[in-house]
Every structure is written in C-alpha cells, then in structure tokens.
C-alpha cells in the first residue's frame, strides 16, 4: 500500500492556481511533530524540494516558489498530521512538474522523509 496519496495536479494555464493534496494511508501514521514536504521532479531534472513544514508549524519554501506557494496542513484528533496542502499560486512554465510529497516517520525521533506518495502531475501550459 502506498503511503501517501498526491491529488490535485493537472494541467492549469500559465499564472493560474491549483492546490495540491497529500493524505496518508490508513496503515500509516505521521506524527504532527514531523515534517512534511514537498517536492518535484521536471522532465529531464532531478527531483528537488520544494517546501517543508515543520512540527512547530514553520513553514519553509525553495526561493523558486516563495511568496507563491503555500504550505499547510489539516490536524486530526488523534495527535497526527491530517492532510497535506500545496496552494500554487502564479504557475509559471518551469512549475510543470511531477510533484511528490513526503513525510517523516517517528521511531525515536523524526526519520526525514520516510515515506513518499506515487506523485501528481502538474503541467503549465498556454
């Protein structure tokens, strides 16, 4: 079973919006004092990150996408993370993109980026 599960991508025009989602798998738990991110990978690039937010609540974003994207999350009662968001906003060409995200596991601590979903695809195109 895939631990997390990427929705929202598809194609948008260039300076639109889309909000990616990201949820867990039921057989998998990610702690609200983990991190979550997200990343990308571009035809013919390596993959890159993107944005993370930390268990206190920050917030951190490639200088690629600041002041453009926004990352949250929802919280559940039970002390974990609910799902993960990815508000893109003023999409630009270079935004198409494979986007994945990710999650820490906690085993004593925070093991970064344990778990990764399959991906959504975001494509930004006239």
């Known amino acids: 079973q895939v631990p997390l599960v990427e929705s929202g991508g598809g194609s948008v025009q260039p300076g639109g919006s889309l909000q990616l989602s990201c949820a867990a798998s039921d057989s998998v738990y990610i702690s609200q004092h983990c991190r979550m991110s997200w990343h990308r990978q571009a035809p013919g690039k390596e993959r890159e990150w993107v944005s993370t937010i930390s268990g206190d609540g920050t917030t951190t974003y490639a200088d690629s996408v600041k002041g453009r994207f926004a990352i949250t999350s929802s919280q559940s009662h039970d002390g974990a993370r609910g799902t993960l968001f990815l508000q893109m906003n003023d999409l630009q060409s270079e935004g198409t993109a494979v986007y994945y995200c990710?999650?820490?596991?906690?085993?004593?601590?925070?093991?970064?980026?344990?778990?990764w979903g399959q991906g959504t695809q975001v494509t930004v195109s006239s």
């Open positions: 990710s999650a820490d596991r906690l085993l004593g601590g925070c093991h970064k980026d344990y778990y």
